[in-house]
């Protein structure tokens, strides 16, 4: 079974950084681009970030681009986004999700996670 | 980027059909098939419904459909059911940003 776990998020002053990360299991998780999703509370979602299944190319959203990393880790199976320079609209649910087909990376996201909450406030 | 187009809600009664629009540009929905189709109920997470403009993932129900033409994408969902009450969400690939986008979400209310 496909499973998806994101942890990390957690109150954060603005300007401040945070490290989220995603654990996947059930699938062969080197052979998957993975892409994180968010979508701030009572709105609607929001694309943040993408890394391909080998890592060597990576995308980002206009608004996070310069301030936030994507990475991937297929020794542990997880996947990584820093944020820095956090602003209040970065506060969000933060998805991370699985690309549909082995080797592609379509934006078409077939798994998502639960969701980690980051809140961004003094 | 600007999020793709969407009607705000709409509403059908069951058994009904209704298509639910993305509008786009020349950067987006206009110029990529890489468009996929999303539905969340709430507190959930989001469910991939349709990638690549029309086709459906295994498991998912033959009352979903979608199609382009232009820059506007299209989700055709037929036979409503009470369960089809939800959001749904378009996406597409840009080259605004060489990053994806997504519209702003319909509402769909079973009446």
């Known amino acids: 079974e496909v499973q998806l776990v994101e942890s990390g998020g957690g109150l954060v002053q603005p300007g401040g950084s945070l490290r989220l990360s995603c654990a996947a299991s059930g699938f062969t998780f080197s052979s998957y681009a993975m892409h994180w999703v968010r979508q701030a509370p009572g709105k609607g979602l929001e694309y943040v970030s993408a890394i391909s299944s080998n890592g060597g190319s990576t995308y980002y959203a206009n608004s996070v681009k310069g301030r936030f990393t994507i990475s991937r880790d297929s020794s542990k199976n997880t996947l990584y986004l820093q944020m820095g320079s956090l602003r209040a609209e970065d506060m969000a649910v933060y998805y991370c999700?699985?690309?549909?087909?082995?080797?592609?990376?379509?934006?078409?996201?077939?798994?998502w996670g639960q969701g980690t909450l980051v809140t961004v406030s003094s | 980027q600007s999020a793709l187009t969407q009607p705000a809600s709409v509403s059908g009664s069951p058994g009904q059909s209704i298509t639910i629009s993305c509008t786009g540009t020349?950067?987006?929905?206009?110029?990529?098939?890489?468009v996929s189709w999303y539905q969340q109920h709430p507190g959930k997470a989001p469910k991939l419904l349709i990638y690549d403009v029309s086709n459906r993932p295994s498991g998912v129900s033959n009352r979903f459909s979608g199609s382009k033409s232009g820059s506007t994408a299209s989700l055709t969902i037929s036979g409503l059911q009470a369960e089809d009450e939800a959001d749904y969400y378009c996406?597409?690939?840009?080259?605004?940003?060489?990053?994806?986008?997504f519209g702003g979400g319909t509402k769909l209310t079973v009446l």
């Open positions: 996406s597409s690939y840009t080259s605004s940003s060489t990053s994806w986008v």
């Open positions: 999700a699985r690309e549909l087909a082995v080797g592609a990376t379509k934006g078409h996201l077939d798994y």
């Open positions: 020349s950067s987006d929905v206009g110029s990529y098939d890489l």
